[in-house]
């Protein structure tokens, strides 16, 4: 990456490969819960042939051709089914623990989800509905809200037909839909009013780091020490809590 890029802009693709993508310590056994199930982050973005992703992706009215705009438009029609159906609700809430990630079948059977259970299944939706795996990324990182206050959050991004990647804001009710697409080098902008900053970004096939504030060597590591998993083996250097 250019490093006398101009601020806020990345290389939202993906600038380089982490190898290391199994996380450890994200779900366990159930009726066991001492017994851990090392889960591939890639694993969370789930096949597109699931019948019930399908199904959803069957019952929505958007176009199936292939002409000018038709991508686009599918997108947003993906995009309005999760704000219209899916209910933004904490972990603590609906699992009853700090932080548990769904896969998009149970975020699909719960209609609820925090940031990155619905993050991921928007991002299945979309390659279900024929966008493709090359113009979907699922990003993590942190928001900055209109209050000053930071968090982390993950959401997903599509490269538009006209070749600009655009947030997808996938926590979002009908109400606070927007009418236009966001340009995701504007929402990382340092003067953005709510200020997405990216760190690492996936698909089904890689993890890529993205972000130039730190130096992430693998996606386990930078997910314990930006707090959104706890470690399975603690040490004396605790990692803070997720803040979303």
């Given amino acids: 990456m250019n490093p006398h890029r101009m ?27 001492d017994v851990l199930i090392p889960t591939d982050l890639r694993e969370w973005i789930t096949p597109a042939e699931s019948q019930e992703i399908r199904r959803v992706v069957a019952s929505l009215d958007m176009p199936h051709s292939k002409e000018a705009g038709d991508f686009d438009n599918r997108t947003r029609s993906v995009w309005k089914y999760v704000a219209e159906h899916i209910t933004y609700r904490s972990d603590a809430v609906s699992q009853r623990r700090a932080d548990f990630w769904q896969f998009p079948a149970e975020t699909l059977a719960l209609r609820a989800g925090d940031c990155e259970d619905c993050a991921f299944l928007l991002a299945t939706l979309l390659l279900a509905a024929g966008i493709s795996p090359f ?15 930071t968090v982390g959050h993950a959401w997903p991004i599509y490269r538009a037909e006209k070749g600009s990647w655009m947030v997808l804001e996938s926590t979002l009710d009908l109400d606070s839909f927007p009418k236009h697409w966001q340009l995701a080098d504007d929402l990382a902008r340092q003067d953005a009013t709510s200020r997405y900053y990216p760190d690492i970004c996936l698909n089904q096939q890689h993890v890529w780091a993205i972000g130039r504030r730190c130096r992430i060597q693998n996606a386990a590591s930078y997910l314990y020490s930006k707090g ?3 470690n399975p083996y603690p040490t004396k250097r605790t990692p803070a809590k997720k803040a979303r």
């Fill in 228 to 230: 959104w998993l706890r």
């Fill in 135 to 149: 113009c979907v990324r699922v990003v993590f990182g942190t928001l900055t809200r209109q209050d000053g206050s």
């Fill in 7 to 33: 601020e806020g802009q990345f290389e939202w693709a993906g600038s380089r490969i982490l190898r290391t993508t199994v996380i450890p310590s994200k779900r366990r056994v159930i009726d066991n819960e």
